[in-house]
T-cell receptor, first 115, second 110 residues
Framework: ETGVTQTPRHLVMGMTNKKSLKCEQHLGHNAMYWYKQSAKKPLELMFVYNFKEQTENNSVPSRFSPECPNSSHLFLHLHTLQPEDSALYLC??????????????FGPGTRLTVT | EDKVVQSPLSLVVHEGDTVTLNCSYEVTNFRSLLWYKQEKKAPTFLFMLTSSGIEKKSGRLSSILDKKELFSILNITATQTGDSAVYLCAGSSGNTPLVFGKGTRLSVIA
């Protein structure tokens, strides 16, 4: 069991639905990340929050909307998704984005299927 | 643009074999290289390398970094079926999030 939890673990949604993915870290970290992992592609960074402030948006479509109410929680709000958005969505946290060398701890991921 | 390239993309070996996984990187203001093992869902951390030529070991796994050639290898000796996984390499500049390679899918057959 890692210190990063994600819910739900599996999600099937239609293209007109609105849903949210939740991530919570119990490690006292200050930076949190959303990654997308599609088949046969490298992990793609989506968003970065450092001390609750969004520091990076990696050209992600607006149908993905992140929210970070505090350093322990991170959400990814989904609306009007496309079938190509089906993937494993991984949340990660690290001590501080600004450290010289850091280690990211990953959650178990949410397997999203868009029908 | 920063990038990390891993080879081979996939590998099938028999139990007891020794394998070497490769990772080359181009990361601006490089600080460290990390190896992860991903079995079903979340990657789990293996090693973080910051200095050239210093081998890190954990059981049957070891890794080393060459900052001159921008290269790292991950060795697994006496492989077991439980070593079957995707092994991910990632580069870090410290101020930006990790840049991941595509991974090497290792299959160890009995």
């Amino acid at each position: 069991e890692t210190g990063v939890t994600q819910t739900p673990r599996h999600l099937v949604m239609g293209m007109t639905n609105k849903k949210s993915l939740k991530c919570e870290q119990h490690l006292g970290h200050n930076a949190m990340y959303w990654y997308k992992q599609s088949a046969k592609k490298p992990l793609e960074l989506m968003f970065v929050y450092n001390f609750k402030e969004q520091t990076e948006n990696n050209s992600v479509p607006s149908r993905f909307s992140p929210e970070c109410p505090n350093s322990s929680h991170l959400f990814l709000h989904l609306h009007t998704l496309q079938p190509e958005d089906s993937a494993l969505y991984l949340c990660a946290s690290s001590q501080d984005q600004g450290q010289a060398s850091y280690e990211q701890y990953f959650g178990p991921g949410t397997r999203l299927t868009v029908t | 643009e920063d990038k990390v390239v891993q080879s081979p993309l996939s590998l099938v070996v028999h139990e007891g074999d020794t394998v070497t996984l490769n990772c080359s990187y181009e990361v601006t203001n490089f600080r460290s290289l990390l190896w992860y093992k991903q079995e079903k869902k979340a990657p789990t951390f293996l090693f973080m390398l910051t200095s050239s030529g210093i081998e890190k070991k954990s059981g049957r796994l070891s890794s080393i970094l060459d900052k001159k050639e921008l290269f790292s290898i991950l060795n697994i000796t006496a492989t077991q079926t439980g070593d079957s996984a995707v092994y991910l390499c990632a580069g870090s500049s410290g101020n930006t999030p990790l840049v991941f390679g595509k991974g090497t899918r290792l299959s160890v057959i009995a």
